[in-house]
């Protein structure tokens, strides 16, 4: 089993839709939780950290279920621009620094 | 913000040889860097973790003999690919940390023909 799951996409959207990402994880001593953006094979930029009282940030709001092992992340609104692989993406406790990634689910929005 | 330099950003070398990537941390020093490999609609996997004047640490199934990486000062790592074949084609990325924050280089995209 994979440490950390998403769902495996593609997702083709028109513009202004809402998109809902699902992630779970394996391993209960994950620690901290991220949802990164990748564009066309290049490095991955942070989007937000994942919190368990939930955050957004403008059109974007993530979740995190620790008793569930599931992380979320819903784009309202998207725009061409949020055309890009998101990555689930977690942190081990007491592993120096370890972040575990998920393959990522493709997302294209289309006009 | 913090950068990290990734050096060469694409790479296309003949099957046999070997490939050196560098990163660089331009306005930290990098204790630590971590290298990864992507392949094409896969994710990032952790190959291994250097430490300034120790050595890496491999995870598991990556070869420590192939994949040399050395990280002598605090503001440079590197990757050396030995013997390149085409199955090592990938996308190779390194990220250090600075603070609480992860930073990424731009990647290096080598080629094995």
């Known amino acids: 089993r994979k440490e950390v799951e998403q769902d495996p996409g593609p997702f083709n959207v028109p513009e202004g839709a809402t998109v809902a990402f699902n992630c779970t994880y394996s391993n209960s001593a994950s620690q901290s939780f991220f949802w990164y953006r990748q564009d066309c094979r290049k490095e991955p930029k942070l989007l937000m950290s994942?919190?368990?009282s939930g955050n957004e940030d403008g059109r974007f709001t993530a979740q995190l279920n620790r008793a569930s092992q599931y992380i979320s992340l819903l784009i309202r609104d998207s725009k061409l621009s949020d055309s890009a692989t998101y990555l689930c993406?977690?942190?081990?406790?007491?592993?120096?620094?370890?972040?575990?990634f998920g393959q990522g689910t493709e997302l294209s929005v289309k006009p | 913000g913090a950068v990290v330099s990734q050096h060469p950003s694409r790479v296309i070398c003949k099957s046999g040889t070997s490939v050196k990537i560098e990163c660089r941390s331009l306005d930290f020093q990098a204790t630590t860097m971590f290298w990864y490999r992507q392949f094409p609609k896969q994710s990032l996997m952790l190959m291994a973790t250097?430490?300034?004047?120790?050595?890496?640490?491999?995870e598991q199934g990556v070869e420590k003999d192939k994949f040399l990486i050395n990280h002598a000062s605090l503001t440079l790592s590197t990757l050396t690919v030995t013997s390149a074949h085409p199955e090592d084609s990938s996308f190779y990325i390194c990220?250090?940390?600075?603070?609480?924050?992860?930073?990424f280089g731009s990647g290096t995209r080598l080629t094995v023909v």
């Open positions: 990220s250090a940390i600075r603070s609480t924050a992860r930073t």
């Open positions: 993406v977690v942190n081990l406790y007491n592993q120096g620094g370890k972040l575990i």
């Open positions: 250097s430490n300034e004047g120790s050595k890496a640490t491999y």
């Open positions: 994942v919190y368990s």
